[in-house]
């Protein structure tokens, strides 16, 4: 089976330039997630997606991120434009319902200059 | 509003040793699960463990166990015959019933020496 896939696993940008992330969930998993994990701590949610529609976008600071899941598969996760303080892992995950088992793609690695 | 909380920022332990890294959480549900993720260099999220909050029996997964206190919320990982693939950052995770997004603790460095 395959997981999580998300690209670039790398990527870095100058301060105010913009940059998109993909995801592509396993097969079938209803619910997606972007997590931001900045260095020495512990992934925070940016925003849950069920199918096509949003869950909970709480903590996703809208006026420079967005996100999108067209037709409730793929995910992109967009910033424009970049502060320093965005320099971070941002992970995808997905799972088949909410609360279940998660499962996490690799990573991208972002550093803004 | 729930929170997760390691108080141990980094670990050692011997290669065939026993090592437990500790856990605390705060929520005012009753039915919720609690995960133990590894997160490697590599920076992969890997699920150790789960524990669902309304089992009394403790999670285990081969050289993984839990111990699960629900009325103190202490969650604990106890890694079994250690190895030196075992190194990693280790997370403790919540989760609601609801199926919210997982609240994550700030993690445990655990190193592994020959």
């Known amino acids: 089976e395959a997981g999580v896939a998300q690209s670039p696993r790398y990527k870095i940008i100058e301060k105010r330039q913009s940059v998109a992330f993909w995801c592509n969930p396993i097969s079938g998993h209803a619910t997606l997630y972007w997590y931001q994990q900045i260095l020495g701590q512990g992934p925070k949610l940016l925003i849950q997606?069920?199918?096509?529609?949003?869950?909970?976008d709480s903590q996703l600071p809208k006026d420079r991120f967005s996100a999108e899941r067209l037709k409730g598969v793929d995910s992109t996760l967009k910033i424009q434009p970049a502060k320093l303080e965005d320099s971070a892992v941002y992970l995808c995950?997905?799972?088949?319902?909410?609360?279940?088992?998660?499962?996490f793609g690799p990573g991208t690695r972002l550093t803004v200059l | 509003a729930q929170t997760v909380t390691q108080s141990q920022p980094e670990m050692s332990v011997q290669e065939a040793e026993t090592v437990t890294l500790s856990c605390t959480y705060d929520?005012?549900?009753?039915?919720?699960?609690l995960f133990w993720y590894k997160q490697p260099p590599s920076r992969q999220m890997i699920l150790v463990i789960r524990?669902?909050?309304?089992?009394?029996q403790n999670a285990t997964e081969n050289r993984f166990s839990v111990n699960f206190q629900k009325a103190a919320k202490s969650f604990s990982l106890k890694i079994s015959d250690s190895q030196l693939g075992d190194a990693a950052m280790y997370f403790c995770?919540?989760?609601?019933?609801?199926?919210?997004?997982?609240?994550f603790g700030k993690g445990t460095t655990l190193s592994v020496s020959s």
């Open positions: 997606f069920q199918n096509n529609g949003v869950v909970d």
């Open positions: 929520t005012s549900e009753s039915d919720y699960y």
């Open positions: 995770a919540y989760v609601n019933q609801a199926g919210t997004a997982l609240i």
């Open positions: 995950a997905s799972s088949l319902i909410g609360g279940g088992k998660q499962f």
């Open positions: 524990q669902e909050a309304y089992k009394q």
